[in-house]
């Protein structure tokens, strides 16, 4: 099972990361206590291993200010959380082909939008479910098990040590932890190591 323990904001966060080896990292941009700045962003990036791919959390931002990042090598990934829709994100993949390379998408989609018909966002390359942006809460898991998704895709919201063998049950590409790593606030060392090797360990079962 793959795993993202995402908003990183301090070099102890990114040390913790290294040693623990999740698959992405989240440094978020948009509004939150975990924000970043892109000169902070950057800062961080250059001390993250080889192998955990960066992930850029937005909420409506430019494409053009995305597409810079990804061209920096500051994100790998843009994950959207706003009301990008399907012509946004095509906006911001020729936005970030212009610089060189195509960029991999994962849009949101809040759990309620999983009682309507069609969720999905075109273009998006990945999927993420969750409750709210950053909500850190959970939502009735049982919608996802009359879902059917066309894309990969991540659970997020509410995760952590007392349910994360849960969250694997339902078989998503990813689990998406970032409260559930904390303790009062800041990310928790232990908690990382943990919650990691028990993702890890679910890909052998």
């Known amino acids: 099972m793959r795993i993202k323990i995402c908003g990183l ?3 102890q966060d990114i040390e913790y990361v290294n040693e623990a080896r999740p698959d992405y990292c989240g440094f978020v941009f948009a ?8 000169a902070l962003a950057a800062r961080l990036r250059t001390r993250l291993a080889d192998g955990i791919a960066p992930v850029g959390v937005f909420v409506n931002a430019p494409a053009e200010d995305i597409a810079t990042l990804y061209h920096d ?3 790998s990934i843009a994950q959207l959380h706003g009301a990008e829709n399907g012509e946004y994100i095509a906006r911001l993949k020729e936005a ?3 610089h060189g390379a195509p960029i991999p998408v994962i849009k949101v989609i809040i759990s309620k939008e999983l009682k309507q018909e069609a969720p999905q966002t075109t273009g998006a390359d990945y999927y993420l479910v969750d409750s709210g942006a950053g909500s850190g809460k959970t939502f009735n898991w049982d919608l996802l098990k009359s879902q059917k998704f066309e894309k990969p895709w991540f659970l997020a919201g509410g995760i952590g040590l007392d349910n994360i063998e849960q969250a ?7 689990v998406d932890i970032s409260g559930g790593a904390e303790t009062d606030g800041i990310k ?7 919650l990691t090797a028990m993702a890890k360990k679910g890909n052998t079962q």
């Open 73 to 75: 090598g500051v994100i």
């Open 188 to 194: 928790d060392r232990q908690k990382i190591l943990q």
């Open 168 to 174: 694997m049950a339902l078989d998503p590409f990813a």
């Open 96 to 98: 970030a082909i212009s």
């Open 31 to 38: 509004e939150s206590r975990r924000r970043v700045s892109p």
């Open 9 to 11: 904001f301090r070099e």
